[in-house]
């Protein structure tokens, strides 16, 4: 399938300049000045509506607290299961013009119970007749999920097709997370540039290809089934969770109308292209692409897309959410991205037009989702 990643290309296109894993900036650059600062610490649209974000029943009104505060509107809880499933769905009722919710699937119920798998449409649906917009996959179908024979699970496993016709029939949303950065495939040790976020969660690593299938294999498996369900509308999280290669997410929105994406937790991904080559694949999708950012919100800790977990202040908080305001907006140069853990290089704004902003901010995600069902406004 595509063109695979690779990092020596990449440097040489975006002219950063990392040696042995260490970015030293931009090559041969002094530091530049920022172009114009204008009005990127709001939305244009004045609100806004996060089609990524991580919550339970119990921090619901910490995370309308942070959304009052941060101009999101309205937040998709993208992916909850099991008990999870249950009372979250029972204590966002008064807030349903507020928040939303994706069902997710326990895959280790497949290993008690051999019939899991046959229940898994009626689960769905149950699910989406309580309230839910969708489904999330998780990363785990295609890296670690096994049948009770202990066999790992192709996403385009014939054994699945039920939960997408399904999908297909009762006209739920699928969202995939597949797979992971290029960096957590690649050998983890220093030169890793993503060494730091792995010591952090060395779980995150599928370098051992004795254990993991290939990144563009599990790819591929989730883009057979994409194709093969043109009328279901697929939320491809993480930029299509190849954010490090637009021109490969280019091909892919080409070639599969259904294929939406959200940006969650890839400001600093999107940000290593030129600001050109960023704002032409903005522009090119403005129909398809969604704001998200991957904040989490539990009580013993929350994340903001990625690194630490903690309680975050308001101004945490308020330099989180403008980071993705000047991004978009802005044409200001080098500036810090949201999530410095996921390597330490600096992005420039990509000043989008305000019809693919409105689009990136509310509308696609609006309209994805069928909001006007739910009395958002
Ligand atoms: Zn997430």
Redesign the pocket.
Known sequence: MSKRYNRREFVLATGAAFAGGIITGLSGCKSPKPRHTTSSAVPVTGKVIDA???LDATTIDRCLTVMDQNHIHYGMN??IGGEQFEAFQQAYQPYKDRLGMMYAFDWQSWQSDPDYLSKTPDLLENAIEKGAHGVKIWKDLGLTVKDPNGDLVRIDDERLDPIWERAEKIGCIVAF?TVDPVAFFEPWNEQNERWEELELHPDWSFADRTVYPTRDDVLEQRNNVIRAYPKVRFQC??GANYSENLEVVDAWMDEMPNMYVDT??RIGEFGRHSAEEGKAFFEKYQDRLMFGT?R?FRKDGEVQGAGPSKIFTREEDQKFYNIHWRYFQSTDIQFEHPTPIQGSWKIDGIGLSEKALTKLYWDNAFNLYGLDRFGVT
């Open positions: 990524h974000l991580h993208i992916g997370h999280v993480h969650s937790a991957d989490v």
